[in-house]
Nanobody
Framework: QLHLVESGGGLAQPGGSLRLSCAIS????????IGWFRQAPGREREGVSW????????GYANSVKGRFTIARDSAKNTVYLQMNNLKTEDTAVYYC???????????????????WGQGTQVTVVS
C-alpha cells in the first residue's frame, strides 16, 4: 500500500506562484512514476504533469507548459509541482497519483495510476 499526501495549495493572485508537495509513504514494490492531476468544478479531472520513477523523464499538459515544473526528491520521498505565472483557469483541486508502470494510455490517463492522494485546493483569483 502506498500513501500520498498533497500539501501547498491555497489562494494566489494571477501571476503568482505556489508550490505543491506530494509526500509518499508506505510499502510498495518498485519505484513509482508520479502524476499530478487537477479537477475544476464541473469539469473532468485532467493530467497536469508527470515524472518518471527516477526523475529523468517529465511531461506537461500544453496548458501549463512553461509555467509549471515538476521535480522529485527521492531522499525525501516527495514530488513537487512548482506553479508560476498562475492563471484563474488553474483554479482546481490538485491530486498526485502513483503508477508502478505507465501503460499505453499514457501519463495523462488517470486509469494508469493505482494510488491517489486526497487533493489540495488551489484558487487563483484577483
Amino acid at each position: 500500500q502506498l500513501h500520498l499526501v498533497e500539501s501547498g495549495g491555497g489562494l494566489a493572485q494571477p501571476g503568482g506562484s505556489l508550490r505543491l508537495s506530494c509526500a509518499i509513504s508506505g510499502f510498495a514494490e518498485g519505484p513509482y512514476a508520479i502524476g499530478w492531476f487537477r479537477q475544476a468544478p464541473g469539469r473532468e479531472r485532467e493530467g497536469v504533469s508527470w515524472i518518471s520513477s527516477k526523475g529523468v523523464t517529465t511531461g506537461y499538459a500544453n496548458s501549463v507548459k512553461g509555467r509549471f515544473t515538476i521535480a522529485r526528491d527521492s531522499a525525501k520521498n516527495t514530488v513537487y509541482l512548482q506553479m508560476n505565472n498562475l492563471k484563474t483557469e488553474d483554479t482546481a483541486v490538485y491530486y498526485c497519483a502513483a503508477a508502478q508502470m505507465l501503460g499505453p494510455r499514457g501519463w495523462s490517463d488517470e486509469g494508469e495510476y493505482e494510488y491517489w492522494g486526497q487533493g489540495t485546493q488551489v484558487t487563483v483569483v484577483s
